[in-house]
């Protein structure tokens, strides 16, 4: 299946698949024309020797410099590779792929400029390989300037730009656009494995399905929140749950009682997210633009991608309670006070193993890291000083999205321990009948990491598990 670039319609799950299952790509022939038609406006701007940002004049303090028709070709070259001072480890093929792409779903848009033949270029490299090398630090997200950098030197391998071309390939946010948006999609499936550990845990603590009313989402008319408990309910179908008598508690502690409502305000703050996130991957991040209609190039901000990063932050923000209640709940299942089981799950009551009570450290462990990286970052300002004062505002989009995908790490480590421990609970209440789908979930989680029986070990290696949640197991 081919993914056709028209610059207007690129959806969040058409990335996904070309830069995770390598999809190919290609422009519309309506793309082509529209591009033909602007890069026509720009060679007559050209020829009116008109100053112009970055097509007759340097960028920057360097604004007021003039750069002649015979020194454009220089000026480009000397663009990209001055501004490849990123830093750090190297970005994963899938960032660089999804990077490449939303480059040329933007130059299909037809407001950069360029000639056809710079994004079929582009299109070549990420059909054909080999990618580039692009560094992860280094850019405020006013423009991902290093990064863009890196990625253009990758791939124009002795390709001679034209004026204005050097620029067009820089200035713009296509790296923090495919790092956020690849984070984005990893959090839905991740907010569908918490769904399943939330049910499972329900379960191993014979909860009271109360929360799941009806009532609760008429009261409450939040998409999110409707949506959960759809699925909750549809997970918990047919579980002794429903049973007349079956929960220990009238109210179960917060964690366990507001399930739906925090899952559901999680995904209220996604689905906005996804919203921004196909926004940003088919809107004009250049500067300056083409204004065919005018027959000018007009200096614009659309750089600045703070609807993104600003959204970013929030989805962390929201994400945050979600994994701490999930701590929280597997805890509580290790606690014989609150589940009414042994201590720590051990197989009978009066054991001096710790059977599954270390996985406690594990998880508060890992909940801390993840909350400590919900700090809003959209906020922050690196420097004023240069160029001139001139560049005195930050996104700091590429942090955001950054630190959400090392979020979402962490939280599969999390609920990985979570499924686990809500596994070994429901075995020792005797494995009752459980729901539908939790009934699936209990059945993948015990084909990877078997029952801790007196003696064994704890469970060592958890990736089995954490692999089961990346690969969309929990989503269906």
């Known amino acids: 299946m081919t993914v056709v670039l028209t610059g207007d319609d690129l959806a969040l799950e058409q990335l996904v698949r070309v830069a995770r299952g390598g999809e190919t790509v290609e422009i519309s022939p309506d793309a082509v024309a529209r591009m033909e038609m602007t890069r026509a406006v720009v060679e007559r701007v050209l020829e009116r020797d008109l100053m112009v940002y970055g097509l007759t004049t340097g960028v920057g303090a360097r604004k007021r410099v003039r750069v002649h028709a015979d020194e454009a ?16 480890d190297l970005a994963s093929d899938e960032v660089v792929r999804g990077t490449l792409l939303r480059l040329a779903n933007g130059f299909a848009k037809g407001m950069s400029g360029v000639r056809p033949e710079l994004a079929e270029l582009v299109i070549r490299a990420l059909n054909e390989g080999p990618l580039p090398r692009v560094r992860t630090l280094g850019s405020t997200g006013q423009s991902d300037l290093p990064q863009m950098a ?79 408990l759809a699925r909750l309910t549809d997970l918990l179908a047919g579980s002794y749950l429903w049973d007349n008598g079956a929960a220990r508690n ?35 991040q250049d ?39 999930a701590d929280e709940r597997l805890i509580k299942l290790l ?10 799950l051990a197989v009978r009551d009066g054991l001096a193993e710790d059977s599954l009570t270390q996985f406690a450290h594990a998880s508060q462990a890992l909940t801390a890291e993840a909350r400590l990286l919900a700090q809003p970052v ?15 505002r930050t996104t700091m989009a590429p942090l955001a999205a950054r630190r959400l995908a090392q979020m979402i790490e962490l939280g599969e480590r999390l609920v990985s321990i979570e499924l686990v421990v809500a596994a070994q609970a429901v075995d020792l209440r005797n494995r009752p009948v459980l729901g539908t789908g939790t009934t699936r979930a209990y059945g993948l989680v015990r084909d990877r990491v078997p029952f801790t029986d007196t003696g064994d070990p704890v469970p060592q290696d958890l990736e089995p598990v954490r692999e089961l949640i990346r690969s969309g197991a929990f989503s269906a």
């Not at 399930?259 to 004009?284: C, K, T, W, Y």
């Not at 006070?337 to 201590?343: A, I, N, Q, V, Y």
């Not at 000083?385 to 001139?390: A, D, W």
């Open 335 to 344: 606690q014989a006070p609150l589940s009414g089981l042994p201590e720590g």
């Open 73 to 88: 070709e220089e000026f480009n070259r000397r663009l990209i590779l001055n501004h490849r001072v990123g830093q750090g």
């Open 287 to 325: 500067n300056p633009i083409v204004v065919a209609g005018e027959e000018r190039l007009v200096s614009v901000a659309n750089f600045d991608i703070l609807p993104l990063a600003a959204a970013l932050d929030f989805l962390r923000i929201a994400l945050a309670p979600v994994l701490t209640s």
């Open 150 to 228: 890196d990625l253009a030197h990758g791939f124009l391998d002795g390709f001679v730009l034209a004026a204005k071309e050097g620029l067009a390939l820089i200035n713009n946010n296509a790296f923090s656009s495919a790092s956020a948006a690849l984070a984005v999609a990893d959090c839905a499936r991740l907010l569908d494995a918490l769904d399943v550990a939330g049910a499972l845990d329900l379960e191993a603590f014979a909860a009271n399905l109360s929360i799941l009313h009806p009532a609760v989402a008429e009261t409450r008319p939040y998409d999110g929140l409707r949506a959960t």
């Open 250 to 284: 009238l109210q179960d502690p917060l964690t366990f009682r507001c399930l739906p409502n925090v899952h559901g305000a999680a995904r209220d703050a996604l689905a906005f997210v996804m919203r921004q996130v196909e926004i940003e991957l088919n809107a004009s």
């Open 378 to 392: 959209s906020f922050e300002l690196a420097s004023s000083t240069h160029p001139e004062g001139i560049e005195d």
